[in-house]
């Protein structure tokens, strides 16, 4: 079910942090918040790689993989 929702919200850009509709003053995330959430994280992922490798880049955007950094 969550599958075909994924699917058919997936028509335009979409936040990478959150999903939702991309702001044209934040792209390609929906607000700067998101932005900086995306930014933490790719940095926690660059300071501190995990020791597993993810097998699909497919789930990257379904799976919440944050080693370090809590919200
Ligand atoms: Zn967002």
Do not use: H
Not at 7 to 26: F, I, V
Not at 62 to 68: D, K
């Amino acid at each position: 079910m969550a599958d075909l929702k994924a699917m058919k919200k997936s028509n335009g850009p979409a936040c990478p942090t959150c999903g939702k509709a991309e702001s044209l003053d934040n792209r390609p995330f929906c607000s700067e918040r998101c932005r900086e959430v995306d930014l933490n994280r790719w940095l926690s992922g660059a300071y501190a790689i995990p020791a597993v490798e993810k097998p699909d880049p497919d789930e990257q955007e379904t799976g919440e993989i944050l080693p370090l950094s809590r919200n």
